[in-house]
Structure formats: C-alpha cells, structure tokens
C-alpha cells in the first residue's frame, strides 16, 4: 500500500502565497514521479505540476506557469507546490498524485496513487 498525505492549503488573499506538501509512504518503487492536480466544483480534475524522480523532467500547466513551482525532496519522500500570486481560480481541491517510473506525466490517468486532497480557497 502506498500512501500520500497533502498539508498546506487555507484560506489566503489573493495575491498572497501558500506552500503545499505532500508526504509519500509505503511500498513505492525505487523510483516514481509525482503531481499535484487540482478540481473545482462543477469541473474536472486539472493538471497543475509534476516532477520526475531527479527533477530534471518538469511540466506545469499554463495557468500556473511563473507562478507556481513544483520540488521534491526524496530522501524525505515529499514532494511540495509553492503557490504565489494567487488569483481567485486558483481556488479548488489540491491533489498529489504518484506513478511508478521515473518521468513525469500531465495525465491524471497515468498515476497509480492519489492523496485525499487539501483545499485552497483564495478570496478576492
């Protein structure tokens, strides 16, 4: 069993900045790539970051591009989004995801294992 538990989201201002975390556990594999996704009410699960195992394989999406930066620390098996310059639809349910294999992917269909999810709520 794998599992993945998210931390940091709240309620901030926009304009203002949050740092989300995401703490892997279990039987990983000896490498795995992770994401952070992200769906509001009433939409689909989103693609906002994902990293590949050493960093060197990093994708964002458009939305958050410049403003959101994806690492990852493995020797503590966690990886974090910090979020600046937040807007209002930046607000949703932040998900970590994790798949088997080195590189990243922008598809939530690619992932093996997901978190619960963390709120960020961003008032304008």
């Known amino acids: 069993q794998v599992q993945l538990v998210e931390s940091g989201g709240g309620l901030v201002q926009a304009g203002g900045s949050l740092r989300l975390s995401c703490a892997a556990s279990?039987?990983?594999?000896?490498?795995?790539?992770m994401g952070w996704f992200r769906q509001s009410p009433g939409k689909e699960r989103e693609f906002v970051a994902a990293?590949?195992?050493?960093?060197?394989?990093?994708y964002y999406a458009d939305s958050v591009k410049g403003r959101f930066t994806i690492s990852r620390d493995n020797a503590k098996s966690t990886v974090y989004l910090q979020m600046n310059s937040l807007k209002p639809e930046d607000t949703a349910v932040y998900y970590c995801?994790?798949?088997?294999?080195?590189?990243?992917?922008?598809?939530?269909?690619?992932?093996?294992?997901w978190g619960q999810g963390t709120q960020v709520t961003v008032s304008s």
């Open positions: 990293a590949s195992w050493g960093s060197d394989n990093i």
């Open positions: 995801a994790a798949r088997r294999g080195y590189f990243a992917r922008v598809n939530a269909y690619d992932y093996d294992y």
């Open positions: 279990g039987r990983l594999s000896s490498s795995y790539a």
